[in-house]
């Protein structure tokens, strides 16, 4: 039988990943300090108990070594689920992923796929140091082959990371650390996955549509409500996966509101951003009244933690972009 707890999104993550291992006994998990410690943020706590040293699995401090295993074991019938600890010591993998995870369907016809999910913790707002607070999502959205998910809810990370370990192909589940225990939300733990490559709309509007995704939904959130409060009605989407992405269901926002600001933490330039905007002004510049509004990182390296709030979008930085594209005609 189902039960629901009230969690939070590790929590979340650790209840999907042992509905995984239960109900699929080539599922398997694999990183660095996963099993008897159960993961820097304890997202695996408690599995390797529950599931045995085969199935969560501790690896030697080498995310290339973590890549390339859990590549071996997907084209070989098995489900990986690969941690690495933080975002910012994923790029060692990155050869392993566009040149061997991302082709394998491609290079043998179809014979092999790669049914792996490789997790990161990303984004700031933790006073981490340098190389444990990056967002760079966008240099995975770019690689053809993958799909990039980011929760933002413990709901949504749930039925999302369950989603994601029965893909056929690699996908690349990025956790935003700083909403990791913010909130608490109710979760069937029923074993039912939520669907990938859809937009999640949070809250209707009629005045302009704000998109964004992990952690910054919450800030988003914040902004459309005391937007209402001074009488702009803002419609919130949360993307969810922002590969392949989802526009139909952006561009039906923006064709009712006509305005549209997109809210993210990386990086401004060529980031996830910029990519829904172009799309935006090919397919719907006919519903814009408004110039595109995008609040973001900025182009330098995440600061420490005296600047990382400067750095961060804000609910004052939001509204400040609503009000101008609001002032736009």
Not at 103 to 115: H, S, V
Not at 314 to 327: D, F, G, L, N, P
């Amino acid at each position: 039988m189902a039960e629901e707890y009230e969690i939070t999104l590790v929590e979340a993550v650790n209840v999907a990943l042992a509905r995984a291992l239960e109900l699929d006994p080539n599922v398997v998990v694999l990183g660095e300090d996963v099993g008897f410690n159960g993961g820097v943020f304890r997202a695996t706590d408690g599995l390797q108990r529950r599931f045995g040293e085969q199935r969560v699995m501790d690896t030697p401090l080498a995310e290339t070594l973590i890549a390339g295993m859990a590549i071996g074991m997907a084209t070989q019938g098995l489900r990986p689920v690969s941690e690495i600890q933080f975002m910012g010591f994923i790029y060692p993998i990155v050869d392993q992923i566009i040149s061997h995870a991302s082709r394998m369907r491609n290079r043998t016809r179809g014979r092999l796929t790669c049914p792996l999910v490789i997790r990161a913790p990303f984004g700031g707002g933790i006073h981490a140091p340098e190389h444990h607070s990056e967002s760079t999502e966008a240099l995975f959205a770019h690689m053809p082959g993958i799909r990039v998910v980011i929760p933002s809810s413990p709901l949504r990370a749930y039925g999302l990371l369950l989603a994601a370990i029965q893909d056929p192909d690699p996908v690349i589940f990025l956790e935003p650390k700083r909403i990791y225990r913010m909130v608490k939300q109710k979760v069937l733990d029923d074993g039912q996955p939520l669907p990938l490559d859809v937009c999640y709309q949070l809250r209707d509007g009629s005045d302009v549509t704000l998109v964004t995704w992990g952690a910054m939904t919450h800030e988003t959130l914040q902004a459309a409500e005391q937007l209402s409060e001074q009488g702009i009605s803002a419609a919130v989407i949360d993307v969810a996966t922002i590969k392949p992405l989802d526009m139909p269901t952006i561009l039906d926002s923006v064709a009712k509101t006509g305005r549209c600001v997109i809210i993210h933490e990386a990086v401004r330039t060529c980031g996830v951003g910029a990519e829904i905007a172009a799309q935006l002004a090919e397919h719907g510049l006919m519903s814009l009244f408004a110039p595109i509004q995008r609040v973001t990182g900025y182009d330098t390296v995440m600061p420490m933690f005296r600047l990382e709030k400067h750095y961060m979008p804000s609910i004052a930085r939001i509204i400040t972009a609503v009000k101008k594209t609001m002032e736009a005609s």
